[in-house]
Structures are given as C-alpha cells and as structure tokens.
C-alpha cells in the first residue's frame, strides 16, 4: 500500500471531552472529533440527558443543561466508559444512576477503584448486577486516593470527580497517558485547578463551577500505529498525516529494531518498507511503554518477520482473542505463559485465581504466509488486525463484526482503499 493519509481526533480523548463538557451549561466547542459509532453513542447518551447537541463535519457543540440524573440503560449499557457519567450527574444533581459498563471483551475493568475513590469523596453508592446508583447529598468532598494499578480510565473519572468537589484532591499512581492530559487541558480551559505535580501524581483543587470552552482533540496515535504497520507488513509506503510523534516513541523505537523505514518531517511520518523484517521482544506496559493497543497489531506484523518473536500482554488479562483468527489464516502462533516472579508487580491487573486461567504472552513464528479465511472482528484493535492481516495475505477474506472496528476507525475501508487495497465494505 502507498499514499498518503490523515489522521483524525483521538477516540480514547474526544468521546471522553463531551462528557466532560457537561459539567458546564455554557456550550463547548470540540473540534477534530472523529465520526465513529462511539462518538455517536456518546451523543445520544449527551441528548437523551437533555443537552443539545451539533455535530457537523469534524465539530461539535454541546450545551450542557442537562436534566436527568440517570442514563437510559439501553444506551448506557453498551458503553465501556459509561460510569463516566457518574461524578456529572452527581455535581449537577447530588445523585445518579448508570449501567455497569461493557464494551471490548479483552478483560475486567477496574470500576472497583473508581467507586472506591467516590466512597473516600463522600459519595454513598449502591451497586447491582447491570446498575451503579449513588449519592452524594453534601456534594463531593476532596480526598487522597493512590491507584493500586494504573487505570487510564479510572483516573480520568477520577478527575471529573474531583473537579468540581470542595477542597483539594490528590490522586497518586495515576494514569500518564497522554489522553489524560488531554482531559486535564481541556478542564482547566473550563476553569478547572488541576494540576500533574509528578509524572503519576495530579492535584485538583474543586472549582466552584466551570464555564465552556473551545478545544482541539489530539491526534489519535493508535490509528498512527495501525497505518504505519500496514506499510510494514505490505511492503508498502505510507506518509502519516498530522502525527505527534511524543506519544508514539516506543512504537518508533520497534519499527527501527525490527528493520522498518521510519522519517519524520515536521507532523509528517513516512513509514516503508526497508528490508526483510526481524522478529522482536516486546513487553506491554503503561505510558510511555509499548500500549497495549498496539499489541495485536504487532503480532500480525510479526507473522511476516524472521525468527520468533515474543509478545507479553501485561495490561490486560484476556487480550490475545484476535490469534486464533490469525491460526485460522496459517500463522504459526503459540500461547504461552511466561516465567514470572513477581506477577503481582508485574501485571497491571489485579493478580488472582481467575487471571491464572489465561495465557498471557505469545510466541510469533515467521515468517509465514497467511491466507484468506472468514473472519470475526472481537474488539476495535482485534478488527483492525484482522483486515490489516486480510491485506496481507493471498486470496480474499471476510470479515464480519464490522462494528466493532466503526467503533474506533472512521472510514477505514475507505482511506485503505485510496492507499492500493482492495476492499469493500457490504452492508
């Protein structure tokens, strides 16, 4: 594949902006916001709370009087973030109702430390299968909570919380993605206090109220990784459109080890290929490691590399479901468990009887041929690797569970198309 490509919004930042717009009823302006099944639902969630809602091109405004201390459970439940909701509606109303949230099946979520962190800010909650109720009839009092792991989403709930709480808030071993400094800036430019005082630590001093503002979602450096392996595994060259390549270093720091072409000139990365791919060891961890996100991708990738390749998934616990979909078109591929003395330390999720059950790292062997084969898509990365390893292998494939990848991706058979691919999407 060649050409050229743009990169839009970041998923994981402007979904999560729009709620944070809500604690507002002046209107908010977000711009580069991508068009994709989970800013959609995140408007209709937005709406049904009675806030209005434009969305035209790449902008949205969103004014956020909202009315309604409970999201609708039909829409609610299909949301991984929607306990988001919850320190909004409880600095609008004192109370509020959500859905337990669902989302990717790539493992448990850690909603436990969230409403852990409520409870230590005064927050009474009921929690029940499918439901999240909670009080606060004082309103929410700062605290300090330390993060037994790190949790990017959690810390950013967190945050929301404490924005608008009495009294300062410090949050240590928090979340050091950038997508959370991207909710930081964009809170203080509502006139929030908050502040990361250390790499892991944030201090937010409670505003007694917030105004709107206007703001640009950061560029969305998982779509940077996605397109910069496609070039790899197809032999192709791919220049990268609006890249802040800060976010990206150890994924740069892989294509340099494995043997792949990578420039930079200005917010432009040209990714080629180079030269017959090497196999590569890669750990996945938390910002500024190598994103868990990336993983699948990789091994794809791998798969047309010399020699072996090892994969550890640290962050979640169930993350590998897109393998036996790459077996399916001739990878060699083994799930493995590696040697570990200090799990507890080492996995990012809670280390317990039920994580034990999984295999937690990969063994690539290449390179090998792939060929075509019908395929289903079980997340929003998983989706992407699946037709990334579609192009690269011989014959043509299927893949259904499309939404999953609409869910993170805007037009991706289209841009992919303007690269060289041949693909079409059926409806």
């Keep these: 594949m060649r050409g050229n490509v743009r990169i839009p919004g970041a998923k994981n ?15 908010s302006t977000i711009t580069n916001i991508p068009y994709i099944r989970d800013v959609i639902a995140v408007k209709k969630i937005i709406e049904a709370l009675g806030a209005r809602v434009e969305f035209s091109d790449d902008t949205m405004q969103i004014s956020g009087g909202i009315t309604s201390a409970q999201v609708p459970e039909e829409l609610g439940v299909k949301s991984r973030a929607s306990f988001m909701y919850l320190p909004v509606l409880l600095h609008r109303f004192k109370k509020g109702t959500v859905s337990t949230p669902m989302g990717d099946r790539i493992g448990m979520r850690p909603i436990n430390w969230f409403l852990e962190g409520l409870g230590k800010m005064g927050v009474t909650i009921q929690a029940q299968e499918g439901e999240i109720s909670a009080e606060a009839p004082n309103g929410l009092v700062g605290c300090e909570y330390i993060f037994p792991k790190n949790s990017h989403t959690v810390t ?31 809170l203080n430019q509502m006139g929030a206090k908050i502040n990361r005082v250390k790499p892991r630590e944030i201090e937010i001093e409670g505003a007694t109220s917030l105004k709107g503002a206007v703001h640009q979602v950061m560029t969305d450096r998982n779509e940077v990784v996605t397109f910069s392996c496609m070039a790899l595994g197809t032999g192709g060259d791919i220049k990268i459109e609006n890249v802040d390549s800060r976010f990206i270093r150890a994924f740069e720091e892989q294509i340099i080890v494995c043997g792949g072409g990578i420039k930079k000139v ?5 990714v080629f290929y180079n030269q017959k791919l090497k196999a ?6 938390p910002y500024p490691g190598f994103m868990t996100d990336w993983q699948s991708l ?23 479901e897109c393998v036996k979909n790459l077996l399916k078109m ?8 590696p040697i570990v003395e200090n799990p507890e330390e080492v996995y990012n999720f809670e280390w317990d009887e039920r994580s034990k059950q999984f295999l937690h790292a990969v063994k690539v062997h290449g390179p090998n041929p792939l060929h075509h084969a019908t395929l289903e898509v079980s997340d929003i990365r998983a989706g992407a690797t699946l037709v990334f ?14 939404e999953h990848i609409e869910r993170g991706y805007e037009d991706l058979e289209g841009r992919l198309e303007r690269l060289g691919a041949r693909i079409t999407k059926v409806e």
């Design 266 to 270: 200005g917010l432009n990365l040209n």
């Design 389 to 402: 390893a579609a192009l690269m292998a011989e014959g043509k494939s299927e893949i259904y569970g499309i």
């Design 298 to 320: 990789w091994i794809a990738l791998m798969t047309q590399a010399v020699g072996e390749s090892i994969i550890h998934e640290t962050i979640f616990e169930n993350r590998f």
């Design 156 to 186: 950013e709930a967190l945050i929301l919380a404490a924005t608008l709480a009495k009294g300062k808030t410090k949050l240590i071993n928090a979340a050091a993605e950038p997508e959370v400094d991207e909710l930081i800036s964009f």
């Design 280 to 285: 590569t060891n890669i750990q996945t961890s």
């Design 13 to 27: 930042a402007g979904f999560k902006l729009m709620i944070a717009s809500l604690l507002s009823d002046e209107i």
């Design 330 to 337: 001739g990878a060699n591929i083994e799930l493995f468990n």
